[in-house]
């Protein structure tokens, strides 16, 4: 243990972060001469010395009529963010510990502009130290060698006339040195210990960060959804797709040319789609280039039913509205909830199974009714089960109701979406 207290107390001197401190100490100490200067030509009208700086009380006097001034600036929203950057450059300290962004309520201003006070008054004291104490402690140092140092020319005390105090004068250089290394590692770390309560995130800033978390929770959800409907509904298509046209590859070929048709159209329609969906998770879209538009209900509902047909689901579907008139929001998820119903069909009941499908408006709502026989010994495919909680996803953001299992012999799949809801 006493092997190791030299190394610990260099460390805690002279380590890496010890030194980082130093240097935030000194940018302190930079920062604080301006309002130095300002608090000089506040007090300099009450001074009798013609150079403010010749005395060292009127520099503390000077120096306390600024801090107040850095108080006021410190209380500006950008002092915050940049006092933290340097501060996890620096000071060590845990990012997570600190905010993120500007300083937006008064609790957080009054403690970014203590902090920044705080960071100016010690880095002034420190920056000062390190300016006139080096100089001094290496005349110290090298007085003893240098009988021409001991002329009247650096003004030394009388006391160095002594021979004791000439042979103590280097360790006495060396001791400040150790002293002013000291106070800059307690400085740098009292800084370390108050950053976190002094920009470290308020309540309110939690909650933003919450709610943020939260909005893109939801949008990776919204997602996850878009992609399960279109790359789900296009692998269940293309499969009984293929699988139909394998069957009847010598006996039927107009029939397998149009199950090679529906095939890359429902591929090249999902690429589309999910180019789409790819497009949001990019920070930013690259120039010229822009994702192709989600489908709706108005302008894709036949292709769907063509595509699905040709996997050879026959599909009944009775339109009692307008997909025109719909709100835009409205007819995309009412496009995917029907994307859906047929992927259910495809996967869970095979081809050649009826599905009746009926979408009209009542009472300012979209009812979207899909319906296909039940036996019981249908069992789903493993993975499933993912879709039906989509379509109850959606119809909630959209203020509506979700309801799907087996009524009199069929299986029953019934959405209603209000034309205008909340989102």
């Not at 690429?271 to 930013?284: F, I, P, T």
Request: aromatic share 4%; with cysteine.
């Amino acid at each position: 243990m006493t092997q190791r207290l030299p190394s610990v107390l260099a460390r805690a001197l002279f380590g890496k972060w010890a030194r980082r401190r130093w240097i935030h100490l000194v940018l302190g100490g930079a920062l604080a001469m301006p309002y130095v200067f300002v608090g000089e030509l506040l007090v300099g009208p009450f001074t009798t010395s013609a150079h403010l700086f010749s005395s060292l009380s009127h520099q503390l006097v000077a120096f306390g009529a600024g801090l107040p001034l850095a108080a006021v600036t410190g209380m500006f929203p950008l002092t915050r963010p940049m006092s933290v950057a340097v501060v996890r450059s620096l000071c060590g300290v845990d990012g997570d510990r600190l905010a993120d962004g500007p300083a937006r309520t008064r609790q957080a201003k009054g403690r970014a502009a203590a902090w920044f006070t705080l960071h100016l008054g010690l880095g002034a004291v420190i920056a000062g130290m390190s300016l006139a104490t080096p100089p001094f402690a290496v005349v110290l140092i090298v007085l003893p060698l240098y009988a021409g140092l001991r002329g009247s020319q650096l003004d030394l005390p009388e006391l160095f006339d002594h021979t004791w105090a000439l042979a103590l004068s280097p360790v006495a250089g060396v001791a400040m040195l150790l002293a002013l290394a000291g106070c800059a590692a307690g400085a740098g770390a009292l800084l370390a210990h108050w950053a976190p309560a002094l920009l470290g995130p308020t309540p309110e800033d939690r909650l933003a960060v919450a709610e943020s978390r939260a909005a893109d929770l939801a949008v990776r959800n919204r997602l996850a959804r878009e992609l399960h409907d279109s790359v789900g509904h296009a692998l269940s298509a293309v499969t009984l797709q293929a699988a139909a046209a394998r069957r009847v590859l010598d006996s039927d070929p107009e029939f397998v040319r149009e199950a090679l048709a529906a095939i890359e159209d429902t591929t090249r329609r999902t690429v589309g789609e999910l180019d789409a969906v790819l497009g949001v998770l990019r920070d930013a879209d690259s120039p010229g280039t822009a994702p192709s538009p989600a489908p709706t209900l108005a302008a894709d509902l036949d292709g769907l039913l063509r595509r699905t047909r040709a996997g050879g689901l026959p599909v009944t579907a009775t339109v009692e509205a307008d997909p025109g008139s719909l709100p835009p929001l409205v007819s995309r998820e009412a496009y995917r909830i029907v994307q859906e119903a047929l992927s259910n069909a495809l996967r869970h009941t095979g081809p050649e199974t009826p599905l009746t499908l009926r979408i009209a408006l009542t009472g300012g709502e979209l009812d979207i009714t899909a319906e296909n026989p039940a036996p019981g010994t249908c069992v789903p495919r493993p993975g499933g089960g993912h879709g039906l909680r989509g379509i109850a996803d959606r119809a909630r953001l959209l203020g509506g109701t979700s309801r799907a299992g087996p009524v009199d012999g069929v299986w029953r799949l019934h959405v209603r979406l209000p034309l205008e809801g909340p989102v």
